[in-house]
């Protein structure tokens, strides 16, 4: 079974009207063999603040070593965002093997008029992968009420209900108590129920689980409790633009940190998530100060940029636009320019009435039949006296109308459903991946991993050797890319959709000039196809041919990085006792310094001070043993004719490297330190972001993809997200794709090989190879591996690597000279 052809059936219970019960849930997993009756579930019910609660609650687990999976809904541009264990989206392959499980039961479920609805079938797939993959614990979002969700098949081990406002009247009740009841009955047996609902409400949600747990200020506890909350949460307000100090503090413990989801209700939230998570396990409170931290979650009050501000908010009700309102009312702009895009059956004119009064308004249209028309909205406006109100029919072009609208001191807000927010993200999240085919074989893999039906493939495989491009586009921009593509004599193949709201995978394949027209015809037309065109233009690089604008009298100026114009090598000097390839070699200064001198004279641009072992096993590195071992080396060589770098995973270390001259952070976790990307932008360095699933390497952990190169593009575009919107620019963010680090040799060579579809990110690449294990599968053994280090530095430059980091410099420097000199004999001076 194909993955589109999986997610298709599931998305086809649509059709099928959500009822309430968990009967149906229940006979599903039997079906399955109840895959989910050893894994220990927190619920988290609630209005609003449910699934940040969720998330802020996952990674908290997480970041004390446990194994977690979080189910949440709904998704922003993909199914497979809905269930996820320890960060990672459930493969392509698992849906396709749960619809195979699952379908014929389903099928006849239906023919007898009782067919398991969309929310209850993924709740089951969700639980079974769960079970399948047994996590420690697993996080779940309520859909709908609590009593009667299906959810509530679990026995919690801890619950929680963020909070309470009218929602859902015709399903769970017309009242604020009768909807905080049904939610109260996701309480667990043998734990109280964790809740931020003050008043009257409270009394009510006490009424059916009996024993309660309040979370909540002090500073309000005269209006909302009876007494002071049990657990008192301070909002401190915004540290940075991007995060919030919050204080926790309850009878025996208590916490101190930041939140990435600014806004005093995401206080409650967090101290909600610390609750449950120090009732499910042995959480201290370094690991909920760092797990909070860390608990990033899109499109809930997320900046994207300063100048001007951007907001992406996903508040879809009166409540939520009211909480989105006060969190904006702690930043300064001059105008206030929205784009709002809501499904019809919310309540517009109070959501308008909510949200500060805006100097503009682009009402559009989410793709998707629930949404409400953008006249209708742009009606609701008007007459909430905005004077200046457009209409857009697309997210993506009511987004770029508004950007040019506001000037650098305004705000740009998108908001009214997660819908709307999820197609403006992927203004920021889009990524072209380039394909390199060499031949039919490479153009018949590009178009299978795609989904491309069979017939198809067999047709287009021979045509898919000009340029080619994989991307992800709406059902209504694939059809119009494909008819313009065709006239152009190109061709563009994509997987088969019968939901216009869903985004479908699509190979483009055509000449350089084919590209260029298409792009031009793209630009002026509607459905978001001009952002299309512009990442098309972008990823193909075909605005190179154009006059360069710089006179000729005037010299350019150098660029900042070495990478920016040919691939630069980095040498590694680890001063540490234990590294897999040099460890003890230059662990005093004086070793350490000679070693860096002599990288440089062989031609090194970049020499990489590391004072921590990543290999498998290895012992963390106390900070300020790590600091004793780096700092002096950085100071010694920061004269040197050749950037210095630091590889760290810890901020502190980072941060006193760059004082004392360093110019880039190495970080081969990630940015798991929260600080990290912030010290980055502080110092303006260079900041390598490795693909990592853990660091140190655990020995034998399996890890799936579907594709490697692909789903580490995809996990990689978030942390570039990230260092962007911590103040950096993609020009000085480098990525690594982690080579050896949650990758099996196979996938290591085979990143190797597809090398420029890493440009998809639109950042420099880097390779780290040298010397590594992978090396031992084509007959190298342990402390014999520089040819072959030295053969595959030549192909990543060949490949379009930036930078290259390697033990063994003189022989990488003439390997990478040798590959660009091939590559671009006119970069190189002939007598």
Not at 165 to 186: M, N, P, Q, S, Y
Request: charged share 30%; aromatic share 4%.
């Amino acid at each position: 079974m194909e993955y589109h052809e999986a997610a298709d059936f599931v998305f086809g219970l649509r059709r099928f009207r959500p009822k309430p019960g968990t009967e149906s849930t229940a006979r599903l997993l039997a079906h399955l063999e109840d895959p989910h009756a050893d894994v220990d579930v927190v619920q988290i019910a609630g209005s609003n603040g449910k699934g940040s609660t969720a998330r802020m609650l996952e990674r908290t687990l997480r970041e004390a070593g446990l194994s977690v999976g979080l189910y949440t809904s709904p998704h922003l541009e993909d199914l497979r965002e809905r269930i996820r264990i320890d960060g990672r989206k459930i493969p392509r392959s698992a849906v396709c093997a749960f619809v195979d499980a699952i379908r014929e039961y389903v099928t006849e479920r239906g023919a007898d008029g009782d067919s398991p609805t969309f929310f209850e079938t993924m709740t089951a797939m969700a639980l079974w992968q769960f079970g399948r993959e047994d996590v420690d614990v697993a996080v779940c979002e309520v859909g709908i009420g609590g009593k009667f969700d299906a959810t509530s098949v679990v026995d919690p081990v801890a619950s929680a209900v963020t909070s309470v406002t009218l929602e859902h009247t015709g399903i769970i009740g017309d009242t604020e108590d009768a909807i905080a009841r049904d939610k109260a009955h996701v309480a667990p047996d043998d734990q109280p129920l964790v809740t931020g609902v003050t008043g009257e409400t409270l009394e009510a949600i006490r009424d059916v689980a009996g024993d309660v747990v309040t979370v909540g200020s002090a500073d309000d506890s005269d209006e909302t409790f009876e007494g002071e909350p049990d657990v008192n949460v301070a909002y401190g307000g915004r540290t940075n633009h991007t995060e919030a100090a919050i204080a926790i503090d309850a009878d025996d413990w208590a916490v101190e940190t930041q939140i990435p989801l600014p806004g005093r209700h995401q206080a409650t939230n967090a101290g909600i998530a610390a609750v449950l998570a120090r009732q499910v396990a042995d959480v201290s409170s370094a690991n909920l100060a760092r797990g909070l931290r860390n608990a990033h979650w899109p499109g809930r009050f997320e900046v994207m940029d300063a100048e001007p501000l951007v907001v992406l908010d996903g508040a879809h009700n009166p409540g939520a636009c009211r909480t989105l309102a006060e969190t904006l009312s702690t930043y300064e702009y001059d105008e206030l320019h929205v784009v709002f895009g809501a499904m019809h059956d919310k309540d517009h004119r109070e959501m308008a009435a909510a949200l500060p009064t805006p100097d503009t308004v682009v009402a559009t249209e989410p793709t998707l039949e629930r949404a409400e028309d953008r006249s209708v909205l742009a009606t609701v406006f008007e007459d909430s006296g905005v004077s200046a109100v457009e209409t857009a029919d697309a997210v993506q072009d009511a987004l770029e109308r508004t950007l040019e609208l506001a000037d650098d001191g305004d705000c740009v807000l998108v908001t009214g459903s997660l819908f709307a927010v999820a197609e403006a993200r992927s203004r920021w999240t889009s990524a072209d991946v380039p394909k390199r085919i060499r031949n039919l074989a490479d153009a018949q893999a590009t178009l299978e991993g795609s989904s491309v039906p069979p017939g198809t493939v067999e047709r287009l495989r021979d045509e898919g050797v000009h340029r080619v491009v994989k991307t992800t586009l709406q059902q209504r921009q694939a059809t119009i890319v494909n008819d313009e593509l065709l006239r152009l004599g190109g061709e563009c193949a994509s997987s088969p959709s019968h939901r216009d709201e869903d985004r479908v995978d699509a190979v483009l394949m055509g000449t350089h000039s084919q590209f260029r027209q298409l792009t031009d015809r793209l630009e002026e037309q509607p459905h978001g196809l001009g952002a299309v065109a512009r990442t098309l233009r972008e990823t193909l690089d075909l605005e190179s041919g154009s006059a360069d604008p710089t006179p000729a009298t005037t010299a350019k100026p150098q660029p900042r990085f070495p990478w920016h114009d040919h691939t630069a090598v980095m040498g590694i000097v680890n001063i540490t006792p234990d590294s897999f390839h040099d460890g003890g070699e230059y662990d005093t200064l004086e070793d350490a310094v000679a070693r860096a001198e002599a990288m440089v004279e062989a031609g090194a641009d970049v020499i990489d001070v590391g004072g921590e072992s990543t290999r498998p096993g290895a012992d963390p590195v106390p900070v300020a043993d790590e600091i004793g071992r780096v700092v002096p080396v950085v100071e010694r060589i920061a004269d040197l004719d050749a950037l210095v770098s630091i590889d760290t995973r810890k901020a502190a270390v980072a941060d006193a490297a760059l004082e004392a001259g360093g110019d880039i952070i190495n970080d081969v976790s990630g940015l798991e330190d929260p600080e990290m990307r912030f010290v980055a932008a502080d110092h303006d360095a260079g900041l390598v972001i490795m693909h990592s699933i853990d660091a140190p390497v655990v020995p034998d952990r399996e890890v799936k993809y579907d594709d490697v190169v692909e789903d580490v593009i995809d996990q990689l575009t978030e942390r570039v997200l990230l260092a962007e919107k911590a103040g950096l620019e993609r020009k000085q963010i480098v990525v690594d794709p982690g080579i050896g680090f949650g990758k099996s040799a196979r996938e290591s060579f085979e990143m190797l090989g597809r090398l420029e579809e890493f440009r998809a990110l639109d950042c420099p690449v880097l390779v780290g190879h040298s010397q590594k294990s992978m090396f031992g599968h084509v007959g190298r053994e342990a402390g014999d591996r520089t040819a072959s280090t030295v053969a595959a530095s030549a192909l990543a430059a060949d490949r379009g690597a930036d930078i290259v980091r390697v033990h063994d410099v003189p022989e990488n420097v003439a390997a990478v000279r040798t590959a660009l000199a091939a590559c671009d004999p006119d970069r190189f001076e002939w007598e």
